[in-house]
Nanobody
Framework: VQLQASGGGLVQAGGSLRLSCAAS????????MGWFRQAPGKEREFVAG????????TYADSVKGRFTISRDNAKNTVYLQMNSLKPEDTAVYHC?????????????WGQGTLVTVSS
C-alpha cells in the first residue's frame, strides 16, 4: 500500500486547512484510515480515525469539535478538515492505515505533510 498525504501549509491561528491522503495498492474500502501528527521534539500522537465503512469515527480530545475526518471510498482518499487551528496544532501530519483488513487499528504510516500555524 502507498499513502500520499497533501494539503499542508502555513496558516494563521483561527484559520482552516484540509488535508488529503490518497491510498493505492489495495482495496481502500476494506481498511480503517487515520491521521496522526508529530510536533518537533514530541512523540507521534493520534488525531483522528475512521473505520473502513465510515460508521465509526474517533478523535483525540485536543481536536474534537475542530477537526473532521471523512473518506471517499470511490476516490481512495481520506480527508482531515481542520478548523479553528491553533499554534499547538503545528506538526507533521501523517495518514495511517492497518495492515490487516477490517480491523480498527493503525500500524502503517505514510509520509507526512507539514502544517504550521502562526500566532
Amino acid at each position: 500500500v502507498q499513502l500520499q498525504a497533501s494539503g499542508g501549509g502555513l496558516v494563521q491561528a483561527g484559520g482552516s486547512l484540509r488535508l488529503s491522503c490518497a491510498a493505492s495498492g489495495r482495496t481502500f474500502s476494506d481498511y480503517a484510515m487515520g491521521w496522526f501528527r508529530q510536533a518537533p521534539g514530541k512523540e507521534r500522537e493520534f488525531v483522528a480515525g475512521i473505520s473502513w465503512s465510515g460508521s465509526t469515527i474517533t478523535y483525540a480530545d485536543s481536536v474534537k469539535g475542530r477537526f473532521t475526518i471523512s473518506r471517499d471510498n470511490a476516490k481512495n482518499t481520506v480527508y482531515l478538515q481542520m478548523n479553528s487551528l491553533k499554534p499547538e496544532d503545528t506538526a507533521v501530519y501523517h495518514c495511517a492505515t492497518a495492515r490487516r483488513p477490517r480491523v480498527y487499528e493503525y500500524d502503517y504510516w505514510g509520509q507526512g505533510t507539514l502544517v504550521t500555524v502562526s500566532s
